[in-house]
């Protein structure tokens, strides 16, 4: 047998041979099932399970195979491999805006991410995704850029009239300019009850990333801290990635604060309101 890199090769270079590890991870199978799972011939059938028993990663009773312990390892470990090099490809052109801040992110709480890119043809597919969870969401918690866009403040706006719960922690600039998108709307949505808006002067990654939380799913919105553009939006419904998001949203609520008459005076002056 060749070096453990050989042994990768050897799977990775064939997809009915980790089809065929993979239907037989799950249970024992015999030769015409395997062609019905893989679509491979006899043949090539054959060749697969002679190159497997010679590795004793297989065992045959009667006219079915079977794994051994050792090729159930193998299974699982290039499995894992799989997954991980899946995760690592659908993350790769977004690392640069990934949370690096907020205390606890690994790339494991995102292994079933929805990344959305703002594509040549079609520049809003991460706006249009930002609206898709907070118009499907009863309750929205979050901090940074998230909601920055014109479009998604306006979802905002108009949940939060519909009932939606907000509360949201902004820094004092992104704050301000959200205010100047519209005056009015912001502050007609930021009087509900159903309205918290807070603010904090040292956010994580805020110039980098965002982070939402929804009803079953959280989002990282990426933007570029130098054109401010919106670079991508990344969202999962894993329960480890929620119950991160709000442990690092709840620590960054402890230090945040209400705005202050003073301020609230400053954001929305009479004059504007008028």
Not at 12 to 20: F, K, N, Q
Not at 103 to 110: A, I, N
């Amino acid at each position: 047998m060749g070096s453990s890199l050989e042994e990768i090769e050897f799977l990775a270079r064939s997809d009915h041979r980790t089809e065929v590890l993979g239907a037989l991870a799950d249970r024992p199978l015999d030769r015409s099932t395997l062609r019905t799972v893989t679509g491979a011939s006899s043949p090539t059938i054959g060749r697969i399970l002679s190159d497997f028993a010679d590795r004793r990663w297989t065992t045959r009773t009667g006219r079915t195979y079977e794994l051994t312990p050792l090729g159930a390892f193998v299974a699982e470990r290039f499995g894992d491999l799989r997954d991980a090099m899946e995760t690592e490809r659908r993350l790769r052109d977004v690392w640069r805006w990934l949370p690096r801040e907020m205390e606890g992110f690994t790339v494991d709480l995102f292994t079933d991410a929805v990344v959305s890119y703002p594509g040549p043809g079609y520049p809003y597919e991460p706006v249009e995704r930002v609206t898709q969870l907070i118009e499907g969401t009863t309750g929205m918690r979050g901090f940074g850029t998230t909601v920055f866009k014109s479009i998604n403040n306006e979802t905002v706006c108009r949940c939060v009239h519909e009932g939606m719960a907000y509360e949201y922690i902004y820094s004092p600039e992104i704050l301000r300019a959200t205010v100047a998108w519209n005056p009015r709307r912001v502050f007609e949505a930021a009087s509900c009850e159903n309205c918290t808006i807070l603010l904090h002067d040292s956010l994580p990654d805020e110039g980098r990333c965002g982070l939402g939380i929804f009803d079953d799913r959280i989002g990282i919105c990426c933007h570029d801290a130098e054109t401010g553009l919106l670079e991508a939006l990344v969202d999962t419904g894993a329960p480890e990635a929620r119950e991160w998001a709000v442990s690092v949203f709840d620590r960054h609520r402890a230090d945040a604060r209400p705005l202050t008459a003073a301020e609230e005076a400053d954001l929305f002056p009479r004059e504007l309101l008028a």
